[in-house]
Nanobody, 126 residues
Framework: EVQLQASGGGLVQAGGSLRLSCAASGFTFDDYNIGWFRQAPGKEREGVSCISYSDGRIYYADSVKGRFTISSDHAKNTVFLQMNSLKPEDTAVYYC???????????????????WGQGTLVTVSS
């Protein structure tokens, strides 16, 4: 059974940093593209970043480029999202997901996935 467990959210001031973690079980990162999504109140879900399992290439949404970094630890089957220089507009529930459409070469990340972790709330105060 595929399971994803996200953690690391919290309250941080603007300009601060947080690192989200997503522990995966029931599959390995060689099987699926992995990604992070977020959804702010009243807004549509947004793909934030993903890793393509086939070539390891990475996609970032324009809104987070240069501030967020996705990485994975295959030994621990965990994916991370390091978020720096946080802004109030980054406030959202963040979700990790597996089996994501992730085509960094043409800057494409789908908004759906087959497997989802529970969300973790990130609140950035101004």
């Amino acid at each position: 059974e595929v399971q994803l467990q996200a953690s690391g959210g919290g309250l941080v001031q603007a300009g601060g940093s947080l690192r989200l973690s997503c522990a995966a079980s029931g599959f390995t990162f060689d099987d699926y593209n992995i990604g992070w999504f977020r959804q702010a109140p009243g807004k549509e879900r947004e793909g934030v970043s993903c890793i393509s399992y086939s070539d390891g290439r990475i996609y970032y949404a324009d809104s987070v480029k240069g501030r967020f970094t996705i990485s994975s630890d295959h030994a621990k089957n965990t994916v991370f999202l390091q978020m720096n220089s946080l802004k109030p507009e980054d406030t959202a529930v963040y979700y990790c997901a597996a089996d994501v459409i992730c085509i960094p070469g043409i800057q494409v990340m789908g908004v759906t996935a087959d497997y989802w972790g529970q969300g973790t709330l990130v609140t950035v105060s101004s």
